[in-house]
């Protein structure tokens, strides 16, 4: 055991700074030991340091024990298993083997009993070492889960080299390795609540029934989307004699053949979809790509095709305006054949057709078409759940309030509902159809307005009926927690060369996070850094330690808007990875004094530049002359330095300023020049100046900006 520096008393402070211990996580430890303490500045007596270096070291040992052995006999917590479920198999293996008292038989009872508890063991293990966490759970809400104290979870991030408080929130990544370490297995939730939202629903039960699809039309601006969408209005007006389609709430319904409809969801650009990519939705069954016949396939037609792949959604071509003499589908149908998009008539699976939205040729072919594809999708709803959609947008109406644009995938909505829709939560007030119609309820592939949500959602946002109030309160509070977090994550970030160069700002403070091969050499690093700076700028350290870049740190710099230090040591692939997907910049080195010159640079570049008049020459007026038409001309000649025509230049008369401005002319011999040297004579005139002297001096300068160094 380790003695203490001549038997004196230590305080809790300089203890947990040889621990390399914040003094509140040594605090801790302390109290687990049963060590009262007040304060960081309570004296230990020597036994008492002994007994707390002896259990760090032992800590120590059984960490690097661990990392030689790589998990390969994991000690687990053993799970109880109940006195009654134990007696419950002897009893019946004992019922089984009772006809017989053979030794031979009471071994094989004996072995059976032994292997019914291992098994009941590894059940009860399987299930009870399982965890469900969601991104940026804290310490604390980890250790609940996993019921263990606190202060051993801090304990195990402080060995892991994660300065983390009980509420700070982590990455997934670090708490699934926290959690494994424990012997848990962390099951990562993507959205809080959704799979148990889900599976409530699902059990209520009910008859799948086919639904009608849902169909987006995207393609370039100037390929006829909209003329082709307001052809299918005009189209299925007539057919219907009651219009029933409108753009009303962004989505429509068009009825198709006998009494099959579409429902399309009409959006200005690739804005909305890409949002619902994004959060995964998949509210778009198929989509129209729209390309013109006299054009070719231009960049938003390549977004539009990379977007339904990402989406997994199956594309029908549309090929507009062949009613135009310079039309010529052949050679659109080739463009995307480049672009892996074949067509039924090439050869492919991708069906197409050719239309007209001014004489409405093929319109109901691509309708046909559309309506073939969705019956090899097979798709179903169950009317009788509780709802399912997706939101299409969302807007605060000065009149209604907040209403939000609804496509409802399976079961029905119904006024009344309680419901969840991204972050928001609320209860339907009301539901509107396309027609602006009141309704009591809406059933899978109705494009609807829905009154009562507490806030705008987000598109694309899932919105799902729960079954109170208070569950849906729960999930959206839990909810708003993480998304503030990843907000916080997606900010943008800065590099050392944006610091370079915005010399004309006052940023204030530059956030380092610093990483080094030991903790020794990073504190250096630390007390040399903050040191730099003046009261116009300074170094704000985030975080230091020892060890690799990780994940970890690149999200706190993320987070922090920082940038990362690394001496000595380097990023691993996740947080290269991590770093060009958030833009966080890494800089490393080997030698101390170039992490004070990088740092110092950057400080510098954030200091407003100085403007600085930088002396030229002067020369004297030995002589006047009047010239028509363009004022007096100076004689003088030049005792020191140049004048320079493009520069500014003062009138000096007896050591006095008469006036500043700028060279109208500079000749020397009746020749134009841009600049006379000293030692020689020239004629000067001024701009918008006569009233110049014999003896005046004429003193040429410029305005420079000087960056300033720290």
């Known amino acids: 055991m380790a003695e203490t520096s001549g038997g004196k008393k230590k305080r809790v402070y300089e203890l947990a700074k040889e621990l390399n211990l914040s003094s509140e996580a040594l605090i801790k430890v302390l109290e687990e030991m049963k060590i009262a303490v007040k304060s960081h500045m309570s004296s230990l007596s020597p036994e008492q340091v002994d007994v707390v270096r002896g259990r760090f070291d032992q800590e120590k040992q059984e960490a690097r024990s661990r990392t030689v052995k790589k998990k390969k006999k994991r000690r687990r ?338 006024v009344e509902d309680d419901f969840v829709a991204g972050c928001c939560a609320g209860r339907i007030r009301a539901i509107y159809d396309e027609n602006d119609n009141e309704l009591v309820e809406a059933g899978p592939g109705i494009p609807v307005q829905i009154l009562g949500c507490s806030e705008v959602p987000d598109a694309g946002d899932a919105i799902v009926a729960v079954s109170d109030e208070h569950e849906a309160k729960r999930i959206t509070r839990r909810r708003q927690l993480v998304q503030r977090e990843r907000d916080m994550h997606s900010s943008k970030m800065i590099s050392l060369e944006d610091f370079f160069r915005k010399s004309g700002e006052t940023q204030g403070v530059l956030n380092l996070v610093v990483k080094a091969d030991v903790q020794g050499t990073a504190e250096a690093i630390v007390d040399a850094l903050t040191k730099l700076g003046n009261e116009e700028v300074s170094v704000n350290i985030i975080r230091s330690g020892a060890g690799g870049i990780t994940g970890n740190d690149v999200n706190l710099a993320a987070a922090s808007n920082a940038v990362i230090i690394g001496f000595r040591v380097r990023p691993d692939v996740r947080a290269r990875e991590e770093a060009a997907a958030k833009e966080v910049e890494i800089a490393t080195f080997s030698v101390i004094h170039q992490v004070e010159e990088t740092i110092t640079k950057a400080l510098s570049g954030l200091l407003k530049p100085e403007e600085k008049e930088e002396f030229l020459g002067s020369a004297e007026v030995r002589d006047l002359f009047k010239v028509p038409k363009t004022g007096t001309i100076a004689g003088a000649y030049v005792i020191s330095g140049v004048i320079k025509r493009n520069a500014q230049v003062r009138l000096v008369r007896n050591g006095v300023d008469v006036w500043s401005g700028t060279v109208s002319s500079l000749k020397r011999f009746k020749e134009d020049r841009k600049e006379v040297k000293s030692g020689f004579e020239c004629g000067i005139g001024l701009s918008g100046f006569n009233d110049i002297k014999v003896g005046d001096v004429i003193e040429s300068f410029e305005i420079v900006s000087v960056a300033r160094e720290l």
Request: glycine share 8%.
């Open 77 to 414: 917590h053993k799970p109880r298993v109940t006195a009654e479920a134990v007696k419950t198999v002897r009893d019946t293996l004992a019922k089984i083997d009772s006809s017989s008292g053979k030794a031979r038989q009471k071994k094989r009872r004996k072995h059976r009993e032994e292997k019914v508890e291992k098994q009941l063991e590894a059940s009860t293990d399987k299930d009870h070492r399982k965890i469900r966490v969601t991104e940026y759970t804290s310490p604390s809400e980890l250790a609940d889960l996993m019921g263990l104290p606190l202060s051993k979870v801090i304990g195990k991030f402080i060995e892991m080299g994660v300065m983390a408080t009980a509420n700070q929130r982590l990455d997934v990544e670090t708490i699934s390795t926290v959690a494994d370490e424990f012997g848990f297995e962390a099951e990562v939730v993507d959205s809080f609540g959704a799979k148990e939202i889900e599976r409530k629903r699902v059990s209520s039960g009910g008859t799948e029934t086919s639904r009608s699809p849902i169909v987006t039309v995207m393609g370039h601006v100037d390929h006829g989307k909209t003329a082709l969408l307001d052809r299918i209005r005009k189209t299925n007006v007539i057919a219907t004699e009651t219009g029933g389609i409108t753009q009303h709430i962004g989505a429509y319904v068009a009825q198709v053949g006998d009494g099959k409809h579409i429902t399309f969801i009409d959006t200005p650009g690739h804005e909305a979809f890409t949002a619902m990519r994004t959060r995964g939705a998949r509210v778009t069954d198929i989509v129209i790509l729209v390309v013109a016949a006299d054009s070719r396939v231009m960049p938003q037609t390549e977004e539009a095709i990379d977007h339904a792949r990402a989406a997994g959604v199956p594309i029908v071509v549309a090929i507009t305006k062949i009613d135009l003499p310079t039309s010529n589908p052949d050679l659109v149908k080739n463009d995307l054949a480049a672009h892996n998009v074949l067509v039924e008539e090439w050869g492919g699976e991708v069906l197409c057709s050719e239309v007209s939205s001014i004489t409405g040729e093929n319109i109901e072919d691509l309708l046909d078409k559309v309506l073939l594809q969705a019956e090899m999708l097979e798709l179903t709803a169950c009317p009788d759940r509780p709802a399912k959609g997706t939101v299409i947008e969302g807007e605060i109406d000065p009149r209604r309030g907040i209403v939000v644009n609804v496509i409802i995938e399976d079961g029905t909505l119904r």
